[in-house]
């Protein structure tokens, strides 16, 4: 579909995502400047039109970018990971994530954007990436998952449904919480992680035969 696009120099294709991501980032889809984004990159309008046809399809394949750039990340380190302890797992996934925010801020940024508060007109598409996404962590997640610390009373499948389901949950209590403060967010990265830790200790309490 981006086949022009795709078929540009590295150099000049990455200095457009960049300028994009950081357009995206400070004033979100609707707001977000195309205007900007071609003055920055040096290109002409018609050019980028003629890469993406539109500005929701130039989103969408920014949104692509970001969502792939920190799920390579994470698919490199679970690959490195010895199954065992999934609240160990889950505790080392998170200090990454963090880690690749940190090193990225805009591209975080952009991600809270896009999946927090998503325009009506693109939070069908959002939605089908967040659930893909969501699926292909479950799927990495579950293959290292070592059950034999469960009560034998609990469905594995269900145990592993209730984790993802935590997890969500307690992430969009932080990007609520911090939502148009997010680099105090990055700051405050060591207490989250303590509270975060303090929520992994109580389902592992519930999940967890304790007495193994």
Sequence with gaps: MFESFENLPEEKKKRIIDVCIEEFAEHGYRKGSTNEITKKAGISKGILFHYFKNKKNLYLYIVDYVVKCFSDILAEQMEMMDSGDIFDMIRDI??????????????????????????????????????????????????????????????????????????????????????GREKEMINNADKIMKEFEEYMHILKVGLYDMGR
């Design 94 to 179: 998170s200090f990454i994530k963090i880690k690749a925010f940190t090193q990225a801020p805009a591209m975080y940024e952009f991600t809270v954007n896009a999946f927090l508060s998503p325009p009506e007109e693109i939070e069908e598409d959002i939605k089908k990436r967040y659930f893909q996404l969501y699926n292909d962590n479950f799927k990495l997640l579950a293959q290292k998952f070592d059950t034999s610390k469960l009560r034998n009373d609990i469905d594995e499948k269900k145990a592993i449904e209730l984790l993802f389901i935590s997890l969500d949950g307690i992430s969009n209590k932080y990007i609520k919480d911090y939502k």
